[in-house]
């Protein structure tokens, strides 16, 4: 069966500390994998994977693949209390005719003052 | 940036009644647009994909007749809840992705909050 598992499900920190985000996939015909982040409405694109081994970064986020391994990693430096959000992983796949995205449960990360 | 929109953000309506809500993508033409629900403390469920012009493809689980999905154009699909129940209380939320190279993210729109009484 097809699947994304994310861990941690929950984080605690303090501010600037680091944390890494796991998230591993069993999907049929993987096209991408993207990670959200979502505070109280709908998630918002954070980065999209699609290559192993290739860094993305933005600010103080970046993010890696490995498709040989099928997981990805997400880390958050120097942590703020913005960054307190549920952090979502979702694989595209094209199993069938047609794609389809496979989310994660989420890892809920909460930065404390 | 590429912006989705849902209309109406929030909606409460009785049971046995149909609620329609749309997903309009801005500035650019979405070929594709997903249908999600948000469960309380749960991720996003994929209820359908819709592609311009065609049927949409329904997850398994979800009632087709029930969740009526039009993406009549490149810019504008709808959701409607027919009969709704308040088991269909729910964030409702839609993604766009547009065609071409390059541009293969999905945009998310801002949610609809059903409540069913």
């Known amino acids: 069966e097809d699947k994304v598992v994310q861990s941690p499900l929950s984080l605690v920190v303090h501010e600037g500390d680091t944390v890494t985000l796991n998230c591993s996939y069993e999907?049929?015909?993987?096209?991408?994998l993207l990670w959200y982040k979502q505070e109280k409405k709908a998630p918002t694109f954070l980065f999209m994977l699609?290559?192993?081994?290739i860094e993305k970064k933005s600010g103080r986020l970046s993010s890696i693949l490995d498709k040989k391994e099928l997981f990805s990693i997400l880390n958050i430096t120097a942590t703020q209390t913005g960054d307190s959000a549920v952090y979502l992983c979702?694989?595209?796949?094209?199993?069938?005719?047609?794609?389809?995205?496979?989310f994660g449960s989420g890892t809920k990360l909460n930065v404390k003052p | 940036g590429a912006v989705v929109s849902q209309h109406p953000s929030r909606v409460i309506c009785k049971s046995g009644t149909s609620v329609k809500i749309e997903c309009r993508s801005l500035?650019?033409?979405?070929?594709?647009m997903f249908w999600y629900r948000q469960f309380p403390k749960k991720s996003l469920m994929l209820m359908a994909t819709s592609n311009e012009g065609s049927k949409a493809t329904y997850e398994q689980g979800v009632e087709k007749d029930k969740f009526l999905i039009n993406h009549a154009s490149l810019t504008l699909s709808t959701l409607t809840v027919t009969s709704a129940h308040p088991e269909d209380s729910s964030f409702y939320i839609c993604s766009a992705r547009g065609s071409g190279t390059g541009f293969y993210e999905q945009y998310f729109g801002p949610g609809t909050r059903l409540t069913v009484t």
């Open positions: 500035d650019f033409q979405a070929t594709t």
């Open positions: 999907v049929t015909n993987f096209r991408s």
């Open positions: 979702a694989v595209e796949a094209n199993p069938y005719d047609f794609n389809k995205f496979y």
């Open positions: 699609t290559s192993s081994g």
